[in-house]
């Protein structure tokens, strides 16, 4: 019998209704025991790291996670850990990023909390287990989600209630689980390339833009004596003069400043020579994270930036663009 180590988090899968709203209560001895289906064909060792809505979460947590993960790797076939939905994208990318295992990791949550009336809960446990016992899954980071099996870098929650909440854009997913089992759409594999951090200190700011935004959140940001700070730009890249201007006042003081694009699909390029062009950013050393997300590129910025000056930032985010496949 495959065994699986079940590392639970919190979130809606772990949560009743009480009078101040839904807040996680049940432990993953009580979702184990509601649940014996889910677990019939596996040696189970659970643990509860913590119990807590992911919105509430910390990169201190997740740190302590990715520890438990090593710990338990050697005398597993696999990992599942149970996490809430709002950040369990940022995380996955993040145990992608710092783990170098043998053995799968697969995330998964609910929608819908685990009194409701039709809980989707235990089909998402069923396929997690699943998929992190399948021979044809062997290494890297995934979220189970609604019957689909994602790889950690390009999954992301698209949509805040509906149950098929997840959704990997031009990657596609992995696999979807059928009445015959996981069916495979392509290789699974980490799409991520691996910084071995154990330790992460680096602090790092999201800055959006928009129409006619200003340079004082990046102004702010420097003052507050950030690490690094990730620009959610425009289209290829591009941002309003003001913010370019406070783009390179930042770089000036040895903040690294990553761009990112605010859609969904598609890349960052310097093409753009106006004043907030790209181009110009490029010119002012900022680095360009191909298709990442800024969430995900921000947990890029804090692990690189905690091995400092064991990485080449610039070859960290920019690797992706220059060699054409969009993995790092």
């Known amino acids: 019998m495959p065994t699986i180590s079940v590392i639970a ?44 809505p992911s919105s509430e979460l910390t990169i ?20 599942v850990v149970l996490h809430g939905t709002d950040t369990i994208e940022e995380t996955a990318y993040y145990l992608d990023l710092v783990l170098n295992i043998d053995v799968p990791i697969v995330l998964t949550g609910a929608q819908r909390p685990y009194d409701s009336q039709s809980p989707d809960g235990p089909a998402n446990l069923r396929g997690a287990l699943a998929a992190a016992n399948h021979d044809y899954v062997q290494t890297g980071t995934y979220i189970f989600f609604n019957d689909r099996l994602h790889a950690a870098r390009p999954v992301t929650k698209d949509h805040s209630s509906n149950l098929d909440a997840y959704d990997s854009g031009n990657y596609g997913p992995v696999a979807e689980r059928t009445p015959d089992g996981l069916w495979f759409y392509r290789r699974p594999e980490s799409l991520s390339m691996t ?33 690094g700070i990730v620009v959610d730009a425009l289209g290829l890249g591009n941002v309003p003069p003001d913010v370019a201007d406070s783009i390179g006042d930042a770089i000036a003081d040895d903040i690294v400043v990553v761009i990112t694009t605010r859609c969904r699909d598609g890349i960052v390029s310097p093409v753009y020579g106006s004043e907030g062009g790209a181009a110009v950013l490029e010119e002012k050393d900022a680095l360009f994270a191909s298709n990442l997300s800024a969430h995900k590129a921000r947990i890029k910025l804090i692990v690189a930036l905690s091995q400092k000056p064991d990485y080449d930032y610039q070859e960290v985010f920019d690797a992706s663009r220059l060699n054409g496949h969009g993995y790092q």
């Open 60 to 79: 201190n947590d997740l740190v302590a996670l990715s520890d438990r993960i090593r710990a338990v790797a050697d005398g597993v076939d696999g990992v």
């Open 9 to 52: 988090t919190g979130g809606t899968i772990a949560s009743t209704s009480s009078e101040t709203g839904t807040v996680p209560t049940k432990s993953v001895r009580d979702l184990v025991d509601s649940y014996p289906e889910s677990f019939n064909d596996f040696d189970v060792r659970t643990e509860q790291l913590t119990q807590t």
């Open 195 to 227: 910084i071995p951090a154990r330790d992460v200190t680096a602090t790092v700011e999201i800055v959006s833009t928009s129409t006619n935004t200003d340079g004082r959140q990046i102004t702010h940001a420097v003052d507050r004596g950030v690490d």
